[in-house]
């Protein structure tokens, strides 16, 4: 399997900045996608930003201009740096990455994992 370790939430006054990390780790895996969800209380998971391997980003409208998702894929870790936060922003970040995992007598099978989720809280 591939794990997500996340890091980098914390408590930020509005108009703050946070950068989060996701670091992926396991044996022998190559990543198609990595992408940062979040889950507000009550509400459900929603899209914020993903980069596919090509380098193409995606990032949901609440969220241009404010958010930058990045990879490093040397170190297969996907970061998400996020700008003049507001309380709207506060939720549970998770981190997800999908693409192909070898096994160990060489079958390719796809994998979908999730980290364990970071808390962001904006407020004063």
């Known amino acids: 399997q591939v794990q997500l370790v996340e890091s980098g939430g914390g408590l930020v006054q509005p108009g703050g900045s946070l950068t989060l990390s996701c670091a992926a780790s396991?044996?022998?895996?190559?990543?198609?996608?990595m992408g940062w969800y979040r889950q507000a209380p009550g509400a459900q998971r929603e899209l914020v930003a993903a980069?596919?391997?090509?380098?193409?980003?995606n990032y949901a409208d609440s969220v241009k201009g404010r958010f930058t998702i990045s990879r490093d894929s040397a170190k297969n870790t996907v970061y998400l740096q996020m700008n003049s936060l507001n309380p709207e922003d506060t939720a549970v970040y998770y981190c997800?990455?999908?693409?192909?995992?070898?096994?160990?007598?060489?079958?390719?099978?796809?994998?979908?994992?999730w980290g364990q989720g970071t808390q962001v809280t904006v407020s004063s």
């Open positions: 997800n990455a999908k693409g192909i995992l070898v096994i160990n007598n060489g079958v390719r099978r796809p994998f979908d994992s």
């Open positions: 396991g044996s022998r895996f190559s990543i198609d996608y």
């Open positions: 980069i596919i391997s090509g380098g193409t980003t």
